[in-house]
């Protein structure tokens, strides 16, 4: 059984440019949510996709935009890439129907911006 | 709002020693909490979780914590730390949406 697998590993993008990055959850479950990990520190939610749909959203720029398919793979896309949006981003995944919402994440694909 | 705080950055610890990770959450209700660890250049991977009920948890190579509401904490222990647990650990609390602490960096010495 697959667990949450992310692509690409590593991206190099320069200011201003675009990204797209992906994510295909853990067999069975329903729900991505995407996160933003500077280096030294915690990640942070940037939002949460469920039937194709964002349900949830942290505190992220417009610049920041996502997509869920009917097979419950994502994307996160990113445009006007900034220095600040070097990070590692995290994808996890979740059945919605169990309330405790217990997360399971990939190994991230770093992002560096030059 | 939900916030974590974890007071310490860096901690070093002797194989054998005993450990001890403090984790402090601000949220309204009863949240669910929980403690991934992260090794270098990884994803998360769980450890323990706290839903309800006993509000001692084991996990998973001998970890515990421990959830007391009156204190607002769920510190994170175990009683012989091997080399192999040096990592970084994240408390995070589930209330509206995940929110994780900045994370306490475990050194292990042989």
């Known amino acids: 059984d697959a667990g949450v697998t992310q692509s690409p590993t590593h991206l190099i993008k320069t200011r201003g440019q675009q990204v797209t990055l992906r994510c295909s959850p853990k067999?069975?479950?329903?729900?991505v949510s995407w996160y933003q990990q500077a280096l030294g520190q915690g990640p942070q939610f940037i939002f949460q996709?469920?039937?194709?749909?964002?349900?949830q959203r942290g505190n992220f720029p417009d610049r920041f935009s996502g997509h869920q398919f009917p097979n419950y793979s994502s994307e996160l896309n990113v445009n006007a890439l900034l220095l600040g949006d070097s990070a590692l981003y995290l994808c996890?995944?979740?059945?919605?129907?169990?309330?405790?919402?217990?997360?399971?994440f990939g190994p991230g694909t770093r992002l560096t911006v030059l | 709002a939900q916030s974590v705080t974890q007071p310490d950055i860096h901690i070093t610890v002797s194989e054998g020693a005993s450990l001890e990770l403090r984790c402090n959450y601000s949220?309204?209700?009863?949240?669910?909490l929980f403690w991934y660890v992260q090794s270098p250049g990884q994803g998360l991977q769980l450890r323990l979780k706290?839903?309800?009920?006993?509000?001692l948890v084991q996990g998973i190579k001998g970890f515990e914590a421990e959830f007391k509401r009156s204190q607002s904490s769920f510190n994170l222990r175990k009683p012989s730390v091997h080399w192999s647990d040096a990592a970084e650990y994240f408390c995070?609390?589930?209330?509206?949406?995940?929110?994780f602490g900045p994370g306490t960096r475990l050194s292990v010495l042989p």
């Open positions: 996890a995944s979740s059945i919605q129907a169990r309330s405790y919402n217990e997360q399971f």
């Open positions: 067999s069975g479950h329903d729900t």
């Open positions: 996709y469920y039937e194709e749909e964002e349900r």
């Open positions: 949220y309204g209700a009863t949240p669910y």
């Open positions: 706290y839903f309800s009920g006993d509000t």
């Open positions: 995070a609390v589930y209330g509206q949406n995940f929110v």
